[in-house]
């Protein structure tokens, strides 16, 4: 069946900068972009086929015409596409914020739960993030740190540089600050509970709501969990393998797409070339490829970095 170049839906989220149409080349016309969904069939956002026979066809549409094999073995009893790829640009701080296990969320919001890893890509000197907590507290504490605005003084803080994994459970309080470009890995949810947005308002001039309860409900009280990263191999969840390859003149990078799962390439940096049943493709930095379960061997040329996101 082969591969498919797609281009990403994009969002204009007010924490948002403009890196990703200046460094990563995303076709984007507003002042804007906070978020590039490079491979998704979620409703609130669908990659698009860019080229060929079925230019122009969403994601899902794509799988619908090919038939749900393309996705391979591992997706076979699988209801919805399982996973999300994005770029984010947080020129600001995202909110404070948890997602829900899958039992919550499908009970509450009729949604997947969310599991997520983020792959630093770039980060200004002192960049950070909130993961965890510095050390345990009560949910009494934690519900009167919400209110009297004094929560992030018991988060632990990480400094992040390029390169960084992190692997975020539900459950994990988190945010992303400033000044930090990343690719998110993630199940195919958009189901966020916001605890502290730093009282900023929207384009309606009003605040974002915040999920209090429901971050009540979900939120570990814990410090988090350490996660060592492999050197390729970033991370091997349930829900998702993820490795990196950095390709270089002097050697093509060969792999293979079999039954048990399509493959998904994310050009994170350089340029080259993709190549798949005799389909080839010149990729660039930003650029978001599917490969069809079972298309066999695919090729890699050129001097470029990339991800290579499967189904376990």
């Not at 404070?96 to 770039?122: C, F, N, S």
């Not at 950070?128 to 009297?148: C, H, P, Q």
């Not at 949810?189 to 009003?206: E, L, M, P, Q």
Request: aromatic share 8%; with cysteine; proline share 3%.
């Amino acid at each position: 069946m082969g591969i498919y170049r797609l281009k990403p839906a994009c969002k204009d989220y007010l924490w948002g900068g403009h890196k990703l149409v200046e460094d990563f080349g995303i076709e984007y016309e507003g002042d804007v972009c906070a978020e590039a969904w490079l491979l998704s069939c979620h409703e609130d956002g669908k990659s698009i086929v860019a080229d060929g026979q079925y230019e122009g066809k969403s994601l899902d549409e794509l799988i619908d015409v090919l038939g749900k094999e393309c996705l391979g073995t591992a997706c076979r009893d699988k209801e919805d596409f399982p996973i999300l790829i994005k770029l984010i640009d947080s020129r600001k701080p995202l909110s404070i914020q948890v997602h829900p296990d899958e039992e919550y969320a499908r009970t509450h919001e009729g949604q997947h739960g969310k599991t997520e890893m983020w792959y630093v890509l770039d980060a200004d000197e002192g960049a950070y993030i909130y993961r965890g907590f510095s050390k345990s507290i009560s949910k009494e504490e934690f519900e009167k740190r919400i209110s009297d605005n004094t929560l992030e003084e018991v988060l632990n803080k990480e400094y992040v540089k390029r390169g960084d994994v992190f692997l975020i459970t539900p459950g994990t309080l988190h945010a992303l600050g400033g000044g930090i470009l990343l690719t998110e890995i993630q199940q195919s949810s958009n189901v966020t509970y916001r605890i502290y947005d730093y009282g900023r308002v929207g384009a309606d001039g009003k605040e974002r709501p915040l999920h209090i309860r429901q971050a009540l409900d979900v939120t570990e009280l814990v410090m988090p969990h350490k996660y060592t990263q492999g050197d390729r191999c970033l991370l091997s969840c349930e829900h998702f393998v993820v490795s990196h390859e950095a390709v270089t003149s002097d050697v093509s990078f060969k792999e293979s797409a079999d039954e048990r799962s399509f493959v998904s390439i994310i050009v994170i940096g350089g340029q080259g070339s993709i190549t798949c049943c005799s389909d080839s493709f010149e990729c660039k930095k930003g650029e978001s490829y599917f490969i069809t379960a079972g298309s066999g061997e695919f090729q890699i040329d050129g001097d470029a970095e990339v991800l290579i996101t499967r189904i376990p």
